[in-house]
Structure formats: structure tokens, C-alpha cells
């Protein structure tokens, strides 16, 4: 366990801080949390925050929590970022679901078609009529599992991209880990393809697994999506493009989302990155 000097109390603080007020933003301040002061005292740190994550929303905290503590666990024993991924996100997404549960539970609200007609009068009596929640709320209720798992999904990913970031700002030395997954190298497994088409063609069928199916394209047009960025990224490091354009083209990208999920989908047949990686050499040797 490290010494807690004042930069590792505000570290500590802030990455506490952040998880309970949004969650998100506090994921690369646990990730580097668990690196820094090591598993006995990230997991006793969490259990002695048991009574702030019992409060109400407060099993989002406590999902996240779990998610980068057991992601970083079974790192550091050297599980494969594929596999380490789906259970540390199965595990985080039991714990949310389960609080959510257990919330609704305490007001009442025991079946779908209560937790249906509770969210139908909440949207009713906050938004004007017309809006567009309105009209696809049922819609919207279908995909929550999908939504709440994705969500999960940006929060480990922006967890580890900005852990980096975190580290610089309290000026304390990266670990690196035999087999740790970078941004720029994220490729998902070839079966991702089936499992996205399958379940694309399974969402237009009238059958019993529509919804689910309908759920799972949703995640798996995100984890597309962030293979589109990965690649993107090494496209601007091939073209050595400044920071203004980089920012630019991330934010056009990101509006037009469906671009960046065609560019993964299609990268297990394109292979992008390897052709980059052929043009800077190229570029290298031809002095370009």
C-alpha cells in the first residue's frame, strides 16, 4: 500500500468525488485509484463508501466501482482484455441492475408494465406534448437494458483512455501491464461480425427475440463505433495532423456516428490500420 501523501489524499478525494457526483468522469481517477495504492485499499476505500452508494442513484457509483476495480483485477493477473472486458461489464451491470431493482422495488414498482405506466406519467408531466420522448417511449424502454450497458461501456473506455491524463495532472508514473489494451490497437474478435448481423437480421424478424436482439445491436453498434475512432486516431497519427483538425474531424465524426460503426464493421475485411501503417512507411522511404 503506498505512503498517502497530499497529491494521493486529492487523488483520492477527486476520484471519490467525481464517481458519486457523475459517475463517468471519475473512472480514470479509480482506474489510476487501483494502480496507484493497490486492491486492498481500493476495495476497502469502496466498501467504506457502502452507505454514500446506498443512497438513492447511488448503485451507479457503486457499478462503477466494481467495474474498473475487477477490470484492473484481472489485468494484472494477465486475463485478455476480451474476456476481462465482459466479465468485469457482466458483473458491473448486475450490480447496476440490481440496485435499479432494488430502488424501484422500495417505491412499489414490481412489474414492466408498472415501471411502463410510472415512466409514461413522469414524461407526460415533463415534457410539452409533441415531443419526440413521448412518442418513442415505448420504444425507449425496450433498449434500457442495452442503454445501461452501453453506458457501462463508455465509462470503461473513457477510464482507461484518460487514465494517461490523470496520471500527468498528479504527476505520478503509469503502470503498464503484460498484455494492456490500447486505444489505438482496439480491434474486436472476428465473431463480433456474426454476432452484429446476426442480431441486425434477428431485430427485423417478428420474433420472440426481437427485443433482445434489437438490444444487443445497440451495444454492438458501439463497440463498433469505438473501433471507427480507434481507427480514425491512427489515420491523424499517419497524416500527422495538427490538434485543431483533429478536434474538428472528431467532433464531425462523432455527428455522424453511422460513419465511424461502417468504418469498424468493415475493418475485419479493409483492415485500415495496416494500411496506414504501409502508407507511413511508404511515406518514410519515398522521404514524402
Excluded at 131 to 138: A, Q, S, Y
Excluded at 141 to 154: K, N, R, S, T
Excluded at 189 to 209: K, Y
Aim: hydrophobic share 55%; aromatic share 14%.
Amino acid at each position: 500500500m503506498k505512503k498517502m501523501s497530499r497529491s494521493n489524499l486529492s487523488l483520492a478525494l477527486v476520484g471519490v468525488f467525481l464517481t458519486l457526483l457523475t459517475a463517468i468522469l471519475g473512472a480514470p481517477f479509480l482506474r489510476v485509484l487501483w494502480t496507484r495504492f493497490g486492491s486492498v485499499a481500493y476495495w476497502l476505500t469502496g466498501l467504506a463508501l457502502t452507505p454514500a452508494f446506498a443512497l438513492s442513484g447511488g448503485y451507479v457509483a457503486a457499478s462503477v466501482w466494481v467495474l474498473i476495480g475487477l477490470f484492473s483485477e484481472l489485468e494484472a493477473r494477465g486475463i485478455r482484455w476480451v474476456w476481462n472486458s465482459i466479465l468485469s461489464l457482466v458483473v458491473s451491470f448486475v450490480v447496476l441492475g440490481s440496485g435499479a431493482f432494488y430502488e424501484l422495488h422500495s417505491k412499489g414498482i414490481t412489474t414492466y408494465s408498472q415501471f411502463a405506466e410510472s415512466s409514461k406519467s413522469f414524461v407526460e408531466t415533463s415534457t410539452p406534448v409533441g415531443h419526440p420522448l413521448r412518442e418513442n417511449l415505448d420504444a425507449l424502454l425496450q433498449i434500457l437494458p442495452a442503454l445501461a450497458f452501453m453506458i457501462l461501456i463508455l465509462i470503461l473506455a473513457h477510464g482507461l483512455v484518460f487514465e494517461g491524463w490523470v496520471c500527468g495532472l498528479f504527476r505520478i508514473p503509469r503502470e503498464r501491464f503484460a498484455g494492456q489494451i490500447r486505444f489505438l490497437e482496439f480491434k474486436l474478435p472476428d465473431v463480433m461480425v456474426w454476432v452484429g448481423m446476426i442480431s441486425f437480421l434477428g431485430s427485423f424478424l417478428d420474433w420472440p427475440g426481437k427485443v433482445v436482439s434489437t438490444n444487443i445491436v445497440y451495444v454492438c453498434g458501439l463497440l463498433f463505433f469505438l473501433q471507427g475512432m480507434a481507427i480514425l486516431e491512427s489515420f491523424f497519427i499517419v497524416l500527422r495532423t495538427g490538434w485543431f483538425v483533429r478536434g474538428i474531424s472528431r467532433i464531425l465524426f462523432i455527428l455522424q456516428s453511422l460513419v465511424l460503426v461502417l468504418v469498424g464493421f468493415m475493418d475485419f475485411w479493409i483492415d485500415f490500420r495496416g494500411r496506414f501503417r504501409k502508407l507511413g512507411s511508404k511515406a518514410q522511404t519515398t522521404g514524402m
